[in-house]
């Protein structure tokens, strides 16, 4: 069975552009999460989407946003581009059942703001 | 809000020594626990998971955890460490009527060989 993919592998983009990263889930899986994981900072929550819709979202501006396919894989976009936002970018995804969700991560996303 | 506490953020141990890990979290309700662990440059993998029943937990590599209800923790153990085991260890919790996880802040592990 094959993981949760996530492309590219490294994005490198300069401020104020935008970038768009993807996640596939494993199949059978109706919920993706997005977090970034800045150096130091741990698993900081981005987004959650379930079913084609956004279920939650994280303490970040409205610049970070994304959608989910009839498929069930996501778009992670981010425009206008900071260098803080320079982070690996990770994506999960679970099947949910009653509560127990247990998250299966991909490899991430490593964005580079020059 | 809910919230997931980590005490530490950085551990050092050397090889053998054991371990412990804690994580706190606040929600008075029924609760899903678990622990991930992410290895330099590898992705976060899941080590045990606690939905109910024995409130003692083993997972893979000789990690356990145990769930202590009226203490609102969920520790990571480990008898005698091992140089593999330098990784960051992340505790997560979901509640019911909420399947969103909410993860702690992480806790950067060194084993000196």
């Not at chain 1, 993706?32 to 698993?43: F, T």
């Not at chain 1, 959608?67 to 990770?90: G, I, K, M, T």
Request: charged share 15%; net charge neutral; aromatic share 14%.
């Amino acid at each position: 069975e094959a993981g949760v993919t996530q492309s590219p592998t490294h994005l490198i983009k300069t401020r104020g552009q935008q970038a768009t990263l993807r996640c596939s889930p494993i199949s059978g899986h109706t919920s993706v999460y997005w977090y970034q994981q800045a150096l130091g900072l741990g698993l900081q929550f981005l987004l959650w989407y379930d079913e084609g819709e956004e279920r939650n979202r994280g303490n970040f501006p409205p610049r970070f946003s994304g959608r989910q396919f009839p498929n069930y894989s996501s778009e992670l976009n981010v425009n206008a581009l900071e260098l803080e936002d320079s982070a690996l970018y990770l994506c999960a995804s679970t099947k949910i059942q009653g509560m127990n969700t247990e998250a299966f991560f991909g490899q991430g996303t490593r964005l580079t703001v020059v | 809000a809910q919230s997931v506490s980590q005490h530490n953020h950085h551990v050092i141990l050397s090889e053998a020594a054991s371990l412990e890990l804690g994580c706190n979290y606040s929600y008075g309700g029924t609760v899903n626990l678990f622990w991930y662990v992410q290895y330099p440059g590898q992705h976060l993998q899941l080590l045990l998971k606690y939905f109910s029943g024995d409130p003692l937990v083993k997972g893979i590599k000789g990690f356990e955890a145990e769930f202590i209800k009226s203490k609102f923790s969920f520790n990571l153990r480990k008898p005698s460490v091992q140089w593999s085991d330098t990784a960051e260890y992340f505790c997560a919790v979901n509640t019911r009527g909420n399947y969103q996880l909410i993860w702690g802040a992480g806790t950067k592990l060194i084993i000196k060989p």
